[in-house]
Nanobody, 115 residues
């Protein structure tokens, strides 16, 4: 059972930046696929960015050019660098991973973009 713990959320003004971290309880080298999802109030959870263990990445159109997903296998950590934040980026952000033993979710971290 892999445990995922997110951190780095908070309140930021429009145009600001945040970096989210997702620390795994075991080597992420073993995880085939990792991703960030988000869920805004009253909306469905949506895929924001994904990265494979070959470092192939993909983003939802609304964040392309502003967000960057990355992973550091040595630190068992995945990141989401978020720049030029907009009020519509406000949501709970969740870490997700797929490994040989199953799929895993973190508990989420709140990101609020407001002046």
């Amino acid at each position: 059972q892999v445990q995922l713990v997110e951190s780095g959320g908070g309140l930021v003004q429009p145009g600001g930046s945040l970096r989210l971290s997702c620390v795994a309880s075991e080597s992420i080298f073993k995880l085939y696929y990792m991703a960030w999802y988000r869920q805004a109030p009253g909306k469905q959870r949506e895929l924001v960015a994904q990265i494979t263990n070959g470092d192939n990445t993909n983003y939802v159109d609304s964040v392309k050019g502003r967000f960057t997903i990355s992973r550091d296998n040595a630190k068992n950590t995945m990141y989401l660098q978020m720049n030029s934040l907009k009020p519509e980026d406000t949501a709970i952000y969740y870490c997700y991973a797929v490994g040989s033993s199953g799929n895993y979710w973190g508990q989420g971290t709140q990101v609020t973009v407001s002046s």
